[in-house]
């Protein structure tokens, strides 16, 4: 079975230091990097890999005042989550699956949007969060509570967990990647075009992987070239959840 993917822009990250997106690179270097909300079609059957960024006053906020006003997050009204399901013709009550690469706030704020769909989620990284056995899980504006709420709300049956790998549906399937935060799992989707992955966080930009040099936000480093090894191994097609060349490049038209 083969899918349909749609690319959809959720706001950019602005004047992200080059050190965040490739270790130990130079800090003075800023970087604008795009936030994704991707559509997947076929047998069926509709998913929705990430679901975008919610409200980011507060996190612009710290990020003014402790950040001199790098990491700032710029999300129109028009490329709000809910303005593109609108735009894709999509209601929210026909989303079978949401599949969830981790939960910080720019990928799982929207979770809630979705109240039919099975959610996708790593199981090691949902029951850290849960023991909240890692200070940063405490954070609440990188660990929004709201989504993650709802998420602990549902009737188990509704939650997918994936452990390390796991067929999703026939063409789908996630395999476990940690590296970025435990909770990161990435999504191989087979297309026309050969094999997608969605990669998570444990990969900024496409050359992260390629050149195999780490983003400068990790929890587990050796994990990360572990999850790089992984992804190499398995794309054809590699979409990370910021590169801007997704769009700008790779495939103008957001469709694959």
Not at 91 to 98: L, M, R, T
Not at 224 to 247: F, Q, S, V, W
């Amino acid at each position: 079975m083969r899918y349909k993917i749609e690319i959809y822009r959720n706001g950019k990250v602005k004047s992200l230091p080059g050190s965040n997106v490739f270790l130990q690179s130079d800090p003075a270097k800023l970087y604008e990097l795009y936030i994704y909300v991707f559509i997947v079609k076929g047998n069926g059957k509709t998913l929705i890999i990430e679901t975008g960024c919610g409200d980011v006053s507060e996190i612009n906020k710290t990020n003014m005042e402790q950040n001199s006003g790098h990491n700032f997050f710029d999300i129109p009204e028009e490329e709000r989550t809910a303005s593109i399901i609108s735009r894709a013709n999509i209601d929210p009550g026909d989303v079978d699956f949401v599949l969830l690469t981790h939960f910080h706030h720019d990928h799982c704020s929207n979770v809630d949007l979705f109240p039919n769909a099975k959610i996708v989620l790593s199981e090691n990284g949902w029951l850290k969060y849960l023991k909240r056995d890692r200070f940063y899980f405490d954070n609440k504006t990188d660990f929004p509570s709201k989504p993650l709420n709802y998420i602990s709300s549902l009737d188990p049956a509704k939650l997918i967990l994936v452990r390390q790998e796991l067929n999703i549906l026939e063409g789908i399937s996630a395999f476990w990647v940690g590296g970025h935060t435990p909770c990161c799992v990435a999504y191989e989707v087979l297309t026309e075009i050969g094999r997608a992955v969605f990669t998570s966080d444990i990969a900024f930009v496409e050359g992260n992987i390629t050149r195999n040099h780490p983003t400068g936000n990790f929890y587990d480093l050796k994990e990360c070239y572990k999850g790089y090894e992984k992804i190499r191994k398995r794309a054809d097609i590699i979409l990370t959840t910021h590169d801007p060349d997704i769009l700008n490049k790779n495939f103008k038209e957001g469709k694959i």
